[in-house]
């Protein structure tokens, strides 16, 4: 029963480089969400996706970020043209709703390092 | 402005003691979760509380949900060396697994 699959679980780009972090939820899980968190912070919420939507991108940057989750294969965060300050851990979420309250489940995260 | 303000930010005690963590909030949450993160590995689920004043026990630790559903409590008896970690509240807003974290209490339990 295989959790929340991140991968890579490291990643090292170069300033302007594209970085792409995938992320496989749980099995029967329909609902994805993305969380950012900078050294000694909490998680910050980037985007919430289900199965073709993106429900909500109120905490994704406007610009060189973009997150797709497909019918089929994992969902995707892409950073384009990446700058030192997208340096971060990134983790994704799963959940089998979006009913209320309803619990995710957490990744090991992708640890991106811009050089 | 951070939604959910967590307290405090660092914590060194002694193995044996009692030491309660805090999450406050302005706004009512529809369910209040509780994380624990090891360096280099993602927030592990611990609990989840949903009724106004509910409590609920896991082990040595114990959570409380505020009456108002604004804020809550995280409560370890007798700490060990093994509860040494990152410790994150988050809060559910009804949409959906979309949770708003505080900013996270970092817990060192010495020997």
């Known amino acids: 029963n295989a959790g929340v699959m991140q991968n890579p679980r490291h990643l090292v780009r170069r300033r302007g480089q594209e970085a792409r972090l995938r992320c496989s939820p749980m099995?029967?899980?329909?609902?994805v969400y993305w969380y950012r968190q900078l050294p000694e912070e909490g998680l910050k919420f980037m985007v919430y996706l289900q199965k073709e939507n993106i429900i909500d991108e109120s905490g994704m940057p406007k610009e060189r970020f973009s997150a797709e989750f497909p019918k089929e294969g994992p969902s995707i965060l892409r950073i384009q043209q990446v700058v030192r300050g997208d340096s971060a851990a990134y983790f994704c979420a799963s959940s089998p709703s979006g009913v209320m309250n309803t619990e995710a489940f957490f990744g090991q995260g992708t640890r991106l390092t811009v050089v | 402005t951070q939604l959910l303000e967590q307290s405090p930010q660092f914590l060194s005690i002694q193995e044996g003691e009692n030491l309660t963590v805090y999450c406050n909030s302005s706004?009512?949450?529809?369910?209040l979760q509780w994380y624990r993160q090891e360096p280099g590995e993602g927030p592990v689920l611990l609990v989840t509380?949903?009724?106004?004043?509910e409590v609920k026990k896991l082990k040595r630790l114990t959570f409380q949900f505020g009456d108002a559903r604004k804020d809550s409590s995280l409560h370890i008896t007798a700490a060990q060396p093994g509860d040494t970690g990152l410790y994150l509240c988050?809060?559910?807003?009804?949409?959906?697994?979309?949770?708003?974290f505080g900013q996270g209490t970092e817990l060192s339990v010495k020997p």
């Open positions: 706004s009512v949450f529809s369910s």
């Open positions: 099995k029967g899980h329909s609902h």
């Open positions: 509380v949903v009724t106004g004043g």
């Open positions: 988050a809060g559910n807003r009804n949409q959906g697994g979309k949770l708003i």
